[in-house]
């Protein structure tokens, strides 16, 4: 493809989505583009970036947007955010009211892995008064978390046999999370971009290899809107290869807590 199709595709997704792609992504562009060439019968990704400038064209760039993201996830995943959230609810939920209803907002999602694995760890702890809230931009992965049906595939990856049985029942080839599991959890389509504050306020944010794939200030931007949602209290885990250094003066790492960031660490003078 040429540079200025590349280009015009690059902008629109990251427009969009605010995922960034450098010149070196252009394979990936191919592979994930291909499908929808042959669907929508374009010759090529310069047919397709042309197509794009036409404004009614709007089911398709989303859907290239869509394409273009990547929804890699597994259950419990890093495993040590899911052991700091084992050891904080108890705290948190002793610093509220009686019948307070802990809020986890699970911000891009992809397929549900991370708001389910928070759902079995408040179900461990017996914490029935919880709401998960996953949200992604891509409409595909937010129904298949909402089905809550698993691959083998995806159950042998992070999630121990005992909490598989325990949770999720056979049908077939696949694993289907149990009533209680889904009746925590609540997926919706929505941009890490758009505005959150109706949302209302979270005790914690998941918000994981996501930022990695934007720039310095979509970063803070991001970091910033759900600092904005977050209990004075509560606490946000980011990916292993994520920070807020340089990015955002509302929060601030906890110490010796790896991916675990908190507006209160700030006032301690932690971070
Ligand atoms: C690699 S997955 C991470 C899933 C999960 N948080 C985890 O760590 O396992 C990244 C997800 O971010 C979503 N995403 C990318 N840009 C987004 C945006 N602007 N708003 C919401 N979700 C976005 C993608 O659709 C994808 O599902």
Request: hydrophobic letters at 45%; one cysteine or more.
């Amino acid at each position: 493809m040429n540079a200025e199709g590349f280009a015009s595709i690059a902008a629109l997704v990251k427009a969009r989505s605010g995922i960034v792609l450098t010149p070196d992504k252009e394979y990936m562009l191919e592979t994930r583009l291909t499908p929808i060439l042959k669907a929508e019968k374009i010759a090529d990704l310069d047919g397709l970036a042309l197509r794009l400038r036409d404004p009614r064209a709007e089911s398709l760039a989303r859907a290239v947007t869509e394409a273009l993201t990547t929804n890699e996830s597994s259950f419990f995943r890093d495993g040590k955010p899911f052991d700091h959230l084992r050891r904080i609810v108890p705290k948190m939920l002793a610093a509220r009211p009686a019948g307070h209803k802990l809020r986890v907002w699970s911000a891009a999602c992809s397929t549900g892995q991370e708001a389910y694995s928070v759902a079995m760890v408040l179900s461990e702890l017996g914490v029935r008064h919880a709401e998960i809230f996953g949200t992604d931009l891509s409409r595909d992965v937010v129904e298949r978390a909402r089905e809550g049906v698993f691959t083998q595939f995806e159950v042998q990856r992070g999630l121990p046999v005992q909490m598989m049985v325990k949770y999720f029942r056979q049908e077939a080839a696949r694993w289907r999370a149990v009533p209680e599991l889904r009746a925590m959890t609540r997926f919706e389509e929505r941009n890490l971009l758009s505005d959150h504050r109706m949302l209302g306020r979270f005790d914690i944010v998941f918000c994981r290899n996501v930022l990695i794939y934007f720039d310095p200030p979509t970063k803070g931007r991001v970091l910033n809107a759900l600092a904005a949602q977050l209990a004075g209290d509560g606490v946000m885990y980011l990916g292993g290869a994520e920070t807020v250094l340089g990015l955002t003066d509302r929060l601030g790492a906890l110490p010796g807590e790896r991916g675990v960031y908190a507006p209160a660490a700030l006032r301690a003078g932690a971070a």
